[in-house]
Nanobody, 121 residues
Framework: QVQLVESGGGLVQAGGSLRLSCAASGIISSINAMSWHRQAPGKQRELVAT???????AYGDSVKGRFTISRNNARHTVYLQMNSLKPEDTAVYYC???????????????WGQGTQVTISS
């Protein structure tokens, strides 16, 4: 069974940095696009950044120039380097992956359980 597990969240002061990781486990044939999303209290979940299997990236307007998404295909892991953090970046951060499990022809979408990021002013 495929699972995505995030790590690296925590509490930092404004202006600081955090690096989130999300590792996919299970018997996996391949992973297409992977992405990070976040949801603040009382707000809808929003796309933060996405990366294709060959490294193409895209970012939400609010994080451009501050966040960097990357991945290690061999380790089925996606990262989010977050710099110049602001209080408005406070949210639960979720990773998502389009995963093709071994032995399957179809691709399935999987979400991680989320990791809390809190930025103090």
């Amino acid at each position: 069974q495929v699972q995505l597990v995030e790590s690296g969240g925590g509490l930092v002061q404004a202006g600081g940095s955090l690096r989130l990781s999300c590792a996919a486990s299970g018997i996996i044939s391949s992973i297409n696009a992977m992405s990070w999303h976040r949801q603040a209290p009382g707000k809808q979940r929003e796309l933060v950044a996405t990366i294709t299997s060959d490294g193409g990236t895209a970012y939400g307007d609010s994080v451009k120039g501050r966040f960097t998404i990357s991945r290690n295909n061999a380790r089925h892991t996606v990262y989010l380097q977050m710099n110049s953090l602001k209080p408005e970046d406070t949210a639960v951060y979720y990773c998502y992956g389009d995963v093709k499990p071994a032995g399957h022809l179809a691709v399935f979408g999987y979400w991680g359980q989320g990791t809390q990021v809190t930025i103090s002013s």
